[in-house]
């Protein structure tokens, strides 16, 4: 995990990690912006095939929501559109009700610079190039959206807001969305994502720690080895010596009788791999230790 700086895209943060620890193999999931900081899951070497199987579908965020002016992109970096208008009339019972009307599960359009592709391209790499970007609605559920404090500068209402939402949803959106269903725009601030699924601040190190450890003894590693990554992510199984190494040939387990996917553990405390109960037996779903 690596707690991504502002202005670097998910890809800047791969190409920097695969000079700091050594090796090419290096993938990431879950894609953050440029302008956003925080939580960026990271695989390196065997743990890279591990990615495509964590459940990230949820997230955390926290973000200052500007009321008073729209912008181009529904972030401070983008134009302004029209003049700022004045939130002095503004009352806690109005934003609460604004809020509230964006929690839950809603149809949401995109912010145009997202990282979703348009043909081949991230969307927010057309936006700021001046390309039109045109985006559909999706379902998406926001299951917090408190405001942890409100403050005036000039015409704007600052809020520093919390968010935690299903995967697809953009904070930018809510942002502009807040502002336009208030009738006085919004943006976009600042945005720090502090959770996405499992894993939390407390889990990434900086591109800082990470140069200083390259720098001081040649090679750099991520904040967590590959068993303590799967026994956060999953429910944890225990087999026994034989059960390992059938595993690790990828032969299926005795059904473990539980839902979903499950990380079994050899006898030395090392994951062998992930498993799923199907058809009488839990079959493996990847095998993560050499046979």
Avoid: N
């Avoid at 559909?136 to 809020?159: K, M």
């Avoid at 068993?227 to 225990?238: C, E, G, K, L, S």
């Amino acid at each position: 995990m690596v707690d991504k700086p502002a202005g670097w895209t998910s890809h800047d943060v791969v190409g920097r990690a695969r000079r700091l620890v050594g090796t090419r193999k290096v993938g990431h999931a879950g894609t953050l912006d440029p302008m956003a900081t925080g939580v960026l899951v990271l695989g390196v070497e065997r743990a890279t095939k591990l990615l495509g199987h964590l459940a990230l579908d949820t997230k955390t965020y926290l973000a200052t929501v500007r009321l008073g002016l729209a912008t181009t992109t529904d972030d401070a970096e983008g134009e302004a559109v029209g003049d700022p208008a004045d939130t002095a009339g503004l009352g806690e019972r109005a934003i609460a009700d604004g809020v509230a009307a964006l929690t839950g599960a809603i149809d949401q359009v995109p912010s145009s610079v997202s990282a979703i592709r348009v043909d081949g391209r991230r969307a927010y790499e057309r936006a700021r190039a001046g390309e039109e970007v045109e985006l559909a609605a999706r379902p998406v559920t926001v299951h917090r959206f408190d405001v942890l404090a409100a403050r005036t500068d000039g015409p704007f209402r600052d809020l520093d807001v919390l968010v935690d939402c299903s995967s697809g949803t953009y904070v930018r959106a809510l942002a502009r969305d807040l502002g336009a269903g208030l009738g006085v725009g919004g943006h976009l601030t600042a945005l720090r994502r502090t959770r996405v699924g499992p894993f939390t601040l407390a889990h990434a190190r900086t591109i800082e720690t990470l140069a200083a450890e390259e720098e001081a003894d040649g090679r750099a590693s991520l904040s967590l080895d590959l068993d303590t990554a799967v026994a956060t992510a999953f429910p944890r199984r225990d087999a026994d010596a034989d059960e390992a190494a059938g595993l690790a040939h990828g032969r299926p387990l005795p059904a473990g009788g539980g839902p979903g996917t499950v990380g079994v553990f050899g006898p030395d405390g090392h994951v062998i791999g992930l498993v799923a109960d199907d058809r009488g037996a839990a079959r493996p779903v990847l095998v993560l230790a050499p046979a």
